[in-house]
């Protein structure tokens, strides 16, 4: 890349770093401290800020690089990512969205402990929650790393390190001092960026080929090698029944993590009343489903435009798709037009990452605080001490997520939130169902669903061919896979589930009637919620 590029680019970082910090700064000069203003932003956004907050956090970098990448690389396989996270928000709009709001107060952790007893729930919960929050992060920290890596020339690895601690850096400060309220204001420009990012890049692929999409087709199966396959099922999730069930394995766990993710179920309590979210949660699905139908005009155009050689050239997991596709629309890279071209998306697309992180981390410190700090402490904790240990475990999540990203550098963004969508789908979605609908549910069903989703999800992908056993395993010189499919929700959703009806069938203590039906009133009508 030349000079031009990275100076502008970093030009592009730097201000809209100064942007959200000014932001965070501001806001923290005006709240009070309370648990309710650093969590949920004192419940004050409207469902139409709520809905920008919703999609600026659902829209992360492997949405906008990930998904590009894989649809770049193979296809019509890469189409089931774009599908399955558009799917997954008719499961929240239909069974967690109001009914969520309702229930909780801060966390997932609410909801479930509203007829349960307290402590070994929140801890089975925070603990989920947390694990769930590393992993996506660890996803959007490989998207920063290969975003500047790309951007100044990929001057080793050492250049994904240190963006990779930048990041983690910068996410700790913004949660530290800004809470909810900031990180929702940061998310709401974000979101805003990133679709008139999309936008202007849509447009100009459809221009390029004269609006003829099916002109776009049969160029990028042309230039990606594979010829009639690339348009077709099979090229990634083809090869015999491990690669189908692998297929089935992802579809699953993206459509049914989303009602998991501990950072999009905290957006709920942001708005004062249970109407609101269900309306932010339809604002979102009209962002979130425009945004995700424009990935594949991304992807197939960066296979057409750019070739998927050249991709692969790049990053091989094909993470560095749109921005040179964004090269390319512009008139190349001795052009001024490519240049700036380049340079605006790469920055979006560092802003995406930087707000999500900050929407995770701050969903994870809560975790931390309000379920395992709170739920330890005897007497229980006050909300001033609570949220200075969530201030504090902010730090701490960002130091275990940077040293993840750094290992994981080399896989696809949308392959890594992929696991993360797995173990919300085992450990919290079972859990959260049965608390909300299963009126039998016991305390003992809750800690055995949560660990009998949670624990088999983890073994099964440090047993995958995601960290042994292959070229592009984390540890590709050791090979201690016994476990074929890269995507573990096959196994460990239905773990989940079957965990938590045994642990309520097996339970010596009866299920509380009273309080179950105080629960279905509440979460149905709002009557008593927070």
């Not at 240049?339 to 809560?366: N, Y």
């Not at 080399?410 to 993360?420: E, K, R, T, Y």
């Not at 049965?434 to 069903?445: D, E, K, Q």
């Not at 984390?474 to 239905?494: A, K, Y």
Request: charged residues 10%.
């Amino acid at each position: 890349m030349t000079a031009n590029h990275q100076t502008l680019a970093l030009l592009l970082f730097s201000v809209f770093v100064a942007v959200t910090l000014a932001i965070t700064t501001w806001v923290s000069r005006n709240r009070h401290g309370s648990a309710e203003e650093f969590y949920a932003g004192g419940r004050l956004f409207s469902p139409m800020e709520n809905g920008f907050a919703i999609a600026g956090d659902y829209m992360s970098a492997a949405s906008f690089l990930g998904i590009s990448g894989l649809i770049a690389l193979f296809g019509y396989d890469g189409l089931l990512y774009s599908v399955g996270f558009l799917v997954a928000w008719l499961v929240v709009l239909l069974l967690v969205a109001e009914l969520v709001r309702n229930c909780g107060r801060f966390t997932l952790a609410d909801v479930i402990a509203a007829r349960m007893q307290e402590r070994p729930v929140r801890i089975a919960a925070g603990t989920s929650s947390v694990t769930v929050s590393v992993l996506y992060l660890v996803a959007q920290m490989v998207g920063a790393g290969s975003l500047v890596a790309l951007l100044l020339g990929r001057t080793g690895g050492a250049v994904q390190a240190w963006t990779v601690v930048g990041v983690g850096g910068l996410m700790v400060i913004y949660v530290s001092l800004g809470g909810m309220r900031a990180t929702t204001w940061i998310q709401i420009v974000k979101a805003v960026l990133l679709m008139g990012g999309a936008i202007t890049l849509t447009v100009l692929v459809l221009v390029r080929f004269h609006g003829d999409f099916d002109q776009l087709l049969r160029t990028a199966a042309q230039r990606s090698g594979h010829g009639a396959a690339f348009l077709a099922p099979g090229l990634k999730y083809g090869g015999g029944w491990t690669a189908r069930l692998d297929f089935i394995s992802l579809g699953l766990a993206l459509v049914l993590g989303t009602a998991g993710l501990p950072h999009i179920l905290s957006r709920f309590y942001t708005v004062p009343t249970a109407r609101a979210a269900r309306r932010s949660v339809i604002w979102s699905i009209g962002l979130i489903g425009s945004f995700y139908l424009m990935t594949i005009v991304l992807g197939f155009g960066a296979a057409a435009i750019v070739g998927s050689d050249a991709v692969r050239g790049s990053n091989a997991a094909g993470n560095t798709a749109v921005p040179l596709l964004a090269l390319d629309l512009g008139g190349g890279p001795d052009s001024t037009a490519g240049t700036v071209l380049f340079a605006v998306v790469a920055a979006v697309a560092f802003a995406t990452i930087l707000a999500v992180v900050a929407g995770i981390t701050l969903a994870s410190s809560a975790s931390v605080a309000h379920d395992l700090y709170a739920s330890l402490r005897r007497p229980r904790a006050e909300p001033r001490s609570e949220v200075a240990v969530a201030r504090v475990a902010a730090a701490g999540i960002g130091v275990v997520a940077i040293a993840l990203g750094l290992l994981a550098r080399d896989l696809n963004v949308a392959f890594l939130v992929g696991l993360a969508f797995a173990v919300a789908a085992s450990a919290n979605l079972p859990v959260l169902l049965y608390s909300l609908f299963w009126r039998n549910f016991t305390t003992r069903g809750a800690v055995w669903s949560v660990y009998g989703g949670l624990v088999p999800a983890l073994v099964l992908v440090v047993l995958s061919p995601v960290v042994s056993g292959s070229e592009t395993s984390l540890f590709p010189g050791v090979d201690f896979h016994f476990f074929p499919l890269e995507n573990p929700g096959l196994v460990s959703i239905p773990l989940g589930f079957l965990a938590g009806w045994l642990g309520t069938v097996t339970s010596a203590e009866p299920p509380d009637e009273a309080r179950h039906a105080e629960t279905e009133v509440r979460a149905l009508t709002g009557a008593g919620a927070v």
